[in-house]
Antibody
Framework: QVQLQESGPGLVKSSQTLSLTCTVS??????????WTWIRQAPGKALEWIGY???????YYNPSLKSRVSFSVDTSKNQFSLKLRSVTVADTAVYYC????????????????WGQGTTVIVSS | EIVMTQSPATLSVSPGERATLSCRAS??????LAWYQQKPGQAPRLLIY???TRATGVPPRFSGSGSGTEFTLTISSLQSEDFAVYYC??????????FGPGTRVDIK
């Protein structure tokens, strides 16, 4: 079955750029039936949606992060990536990648596959 | 942005008892609601989508109901593995999805 795995530095300095990659195994990221998602969870807090990317590169971002975030996809490596610029301690969180099935251009079935998450600490 | 609230924040239940968790949306979301279970140190797991459809492999003791702004997740007979945090998530505002703050279900 499809599995997702996040990777990237666990420690980032304040004002720098956080970069993470999600590797998809057991299936193709180019499957047009899915959007690929980033979600984060600050310590002791609820889940926060960061955004989606489609295999073609089309993206949607959370308006609260839109000015600092960008996604990319590498279909040859079956990976998608997140960059978050100008980080602060408030960006310290566990970052998850996940998959959502799309029907009629909309997600209707929830986020059914998740990576295990990777902890990113922003140091001041 | 659609704001989700959940109650109670913590629910203490004895094994074998029923647990009822509530989720409310700040505006009508029809049945565009999902529920997730998260255990410590683990990623969330999809339980319910479409307010009432169980995801693949989810035991029938989990059931969801509701529409509009009021939703309920019921666990009919709590098992030891069900003690966790539960989040609701709306997708009526898709692609801008939002989660509730969560309800922790712990052992009474």
């Amino acid at each position: 079955q499809v599995q997702l795995q996040e990777s990237g530095p666990g420690l980032v300095k304040s004002s720098q750029t956080l970069s993470l990659t999600c590797t998809v195994s057991g299936g193709s990221i180019s499957n047009g039936d899915y959007y690929w998602t980033w979600i984060r969870q600050a310590p002791g807090k609820a889940l926060e949606w960061i955004g989606y990317i489609y295999y073609s590169g089309g993206s949607y971002y959370n308006p609260s992060l839109k000015s600092r975030v960008s996604f990319s996809v590498d279909t040859s490596k079956n990976q998608f990536s997140l960059k978050l610029r100008s980080v602060t301690v408030a960006d310290t969180a566990v970052y998850y990648c996940a998959r959502e099935e799309v029907t009629g251009g909309m997600g209707l079935y929830g986020l059914d596959v998740w990576g295990q998450g990777t902890t990113v600490i922003v140091s001041s | 942005e659609i704001v989700m609230t959940q109650s109670p924040a913590t629910l203490s239940v004895s094994p074998g008892e029923r647990a009822t968790l509530s989720c409310r949306a700040s505006q009508s979301i029809s049945t565009y609601l999902a529920w997730y279970q998260q255990k410590p140190g683990q990623a969330p797991r999809l339980l319910i989508y479409g307010a009432s459809t169980r995801a693949t492999g989810v035991p029938p003791r989990f059931s969801g109901s509701g529409s509009g702004t009021e939703f309920t997740l019921t666990i009919s007979s709590l098992q030891s593995e069900d003690f966790a945090v539960y989040y609701c998530q709306q997708y009526e505002g898709w692609p801008l999805i939002t989660f509730g703050p969560g309800t922790r279900v712990d052992i009474k």
